[in-house]
Nanobody
Framework: QVQFVESGGGLVQPGGSLRLSCAVP????????IGWFRRAPGAEHEGVSC????????YYAESVKGRFTISRDNAKNTVYLQMNSLKPEDASIYYC????????????????????WGQGTQVTVSS
């Protein structure tokens, strides 16, 4: 059974960096687009970034462009989200999930297209 596991969250001051990991052991990682979402308390899931399986194309939310970088290591069955220049508004619980309807990321991220959501990892940005 597929289980995504997020890790790497924590407390960081504004301007700092974190690297989130999404481990997907036993999953054919390069067959699906993988997305990172975040959800603050009382809010809906917000698509943050997506990486395609069929090519190197990626998607980034406008709010994180130039600061976040998504990557994958198929040999390690792991997807990463490098987050730099963190802002207080980046604070949230971050989740990774697989898009079962796409191999390439689209212009938007639609939560219902994704499956195998992990438990999430908490990111707190505070001075």
């Amino acid at each position: 059974q597929v289980q995504f596991v997020e890790s790497g969250g924590g407390l960081v001051q504004p301007g700092g960096s974190l690297r989130l990991s999404c481990a997907v052991p036993g999953f054919t990682l390069n067959s699906y687009a993988i997305g990172w979402f975040r959800r603050a308390p009382g809010a809906e899931h917000e698509g943050v970034s997506c990486i395609s399986s069929s090519d190197s194309s990626t998607y980034y939310a406008e709010s994180v462009k130039g600061r976040f970088t998504i990557s994958r290591d198929n040999a390690k069955n792991t997807v990463y989200l490098q987050m730099n220049s963190l802002k207080p508004e980046d604070a949230s619980i971050y989740y990774c999930a697989a898009n079962l309807m796409r191999v390439r990321c689209g212009a938007t991220m639609i939560p219902y297209e994704y499956a195998y959501w992990g438990q999430g990892t908490q990111v707190t940005v505070s001075s």
